[in-house]
C-alpha cells in the first residue's frame, strides 16, 4: 500500500510538468482548433534562453524574464507564421507546426549544440531572510513515503499557473473576451473583440506557460536539445485525456497520465510504460471520445 | 434629418458570387428602415457590409458623414453600430449576463453600462430572471431577446437587425416587433432590420428597400410599399 502511495506521488510529480505542457496546448487548441506540435521545441528553445539569462542573472529574474521573451516570441509566431494560413483547413497549420517544431529543434541546435547543458534547480522563495523553502532542502517524508523538494516546488508552480489562468479567463474582461473568441468568432467580432490580437495572445499565453514547463524539465533533468520529445507527447496525451478544450481536464489529464506511466512501468514492466498509458487513454477515447472534461466533439470549420 | 448611414453604389462579393452590385439607401437619425426581399437577395450582405465584415469591392459606406468601408469590424462597433446577426449568434455556453457584458466590450463607462444593463432588463424582463443561465438554455425567442439585448449593451445610434423573426413562433415574433419599435422610440435610436416577412417589418418602418438579386429593385415609403403590387405578392400573401 504504501508503495502504491509512493509511486501515486511519483506520478503526480512527473504529471505536473505534463500537466502544464497540456495547458499550452489546451490554450491554442480551444481557439484555433490547431495542435501546436512545437509546443514541447518552443519549450526547449525558451529554455535555452533561460539558460543564457542565468549567466548573467539570479534564478527567479531569469525565469521571469524568460516568460515575458516566450510571450513575445508565441505572439509573433501567430503573427507571422501562423495568421498566414489561418483560413484554409486546419490540416494546413498543423502541418505548419510540425515545420516550427523542425526549426526550433534545428537553431537550437546550430546555437547551442548538442551537449547536455547542467542546469540548475530553482531557488527558494525568499523575501529579506525568510524563505519558502519548497525547491531545495531535504525531500518530504510521510511514513515511507517521500517527495523531493524539487517536486514540491514544481508542483507548486503547476499549481499557480492553473489559479492565475482561471482567475484570468473567469474574473477579467480579457479572459471573457479570449473565451468568446474560442466560442464563436464572428460573434466576438460583432461584439468589438479584436478577434486576432485574442489569437496572438492565445499563443502568447501557450508559449509563456510552454516556457515554465521547459525550465522545471530543464531542472528536474538536464538542459538538453531532446528534453522535451517524451513529454510533449505525455502531455498531448493528458490534454486529449482532458478533453482537449478543457483547461482544468489538461491538468487532471496530465496528472494522470504521469500516475499511469509510473504504476504500468512498476507493476508490469518500465519498458512499456509509454505502451500502458496509451492504452489507458486508448480505452477512455473509446467510452467518452471527447475526453474526461471535453463539450464538443466536433468543432466549427 | 441628420443621415446616420448612406451606402451609396456598393458592390460586394464572396470569392465569384456577387451579393451586391450597386446598392444604395440611406438611414436617418432615429428612423426604423425595412429591408427586404427574398431568399438570397443580399440582404444580409448588406448588413455584413455595414458591419465591416465584408469588404466591398466598390462603392461607399458612410457613417455619421465618416467613411467606414475600410473600418475594422471591432472599431465599426466601437463607433456606433451594432448588428445583430441572423441566427442570432449568442454565446451558448457563457451565461446571459456573461453574454450582455460582451456587448458592453468596447465600453470605458463602466457606471453607464450598468445603468445600460438595468434598461436592457426593462425591455426583456425574462433576460433578468435567467441572468446566471447558459445562453444555450434559454428558448429561441429569449436567445433573439439576448442577441438584441447584447448589441443595445454597446449603445449604438444605429443598429442592425437581421431576420429578428426567423424560426420564432408569430406571438413571439409579435411581442419582440414591439419592443424591437419601443425601443427606437425611446433611444432615439436608428435601426435598420431585415426581414423575409414584409408586413412584420413594414409596421415599424417608415420607410423601405426592396432587393433583388444584389440590387435595389423598389424604394418607398412603408405605407405605399404596403399597398404596392408588387410587393404584396412577392412578400406580403
Ligand atoms: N459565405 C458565403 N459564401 C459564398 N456565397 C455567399 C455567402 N453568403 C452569401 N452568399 C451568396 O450571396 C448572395 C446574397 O446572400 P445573402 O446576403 O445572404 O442574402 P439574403 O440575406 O438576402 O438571403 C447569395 O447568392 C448567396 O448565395
Ligand atoms: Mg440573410
Known sequence: MEEFAQQVVTGVSIGSIYAIIALAIVLIYRSTSVVNFAQGEMAMFTTFITWSFLLRMDFWPAFLLTIVVAFFIGAALEIVVMRPVERAPHLNSIVVTLGLLAIFNSVALWRYGPLQKPFPDPDNWCIGDSCLEIFQGD????GAVTISRLNVGILFVALMIMVALFLMFNYTKLGLAMRATALNPVASQLVGINVSRMLALGWGLAAAVGAVAGVMTASSLNLSIDMMAGILIFGFAGAVLGGLDSPGGAIIGGLSVGVFQVLAGNY????????????????VLVIRPTGLFGRRLVRRV | MIRVLKFQDVYASYGSVLALQGVSLKVAEGEVVALLGANGAGKSSTLRTISGLLRPSKGIVEFEGRRIDRTAPERIVQMGISQVPEGRQTFTELTVIENLRLGAYTRRDGRAVKQDLERVYTYFPVLAERRRQQAGLLSGGEQQMLAIGRALM????????????????????REIFEIIGKISKEEGLAILVVEQDASLALGIASHGYV???????????ADNLKKSDSVRRAYLE
Open chain 1, 268 to 283: 508490469i514492466d518500465s519498458q512499456i510504460d509509454l505502451m500502458a498509458a496509451f492504452a489507458i487513454i486508448f480505452i
Open chain 2, 154 to 173: 454597446a449603445k449604438p445610434r444605429l443598429l442592425l437587425l437581421d431576420e429578428p423573426s426567423l424560426g420564432l413562433a408569430p406571438i413571439l415574433v
Open chain 1, 139 to 142: 525531500a518530504f517524508t510521510a
Open chain 2, 211 to 221: 432587393l433583388e438579386t444584389g440590387t435595389v429593385a423598389l424604394h418607398d415609403t
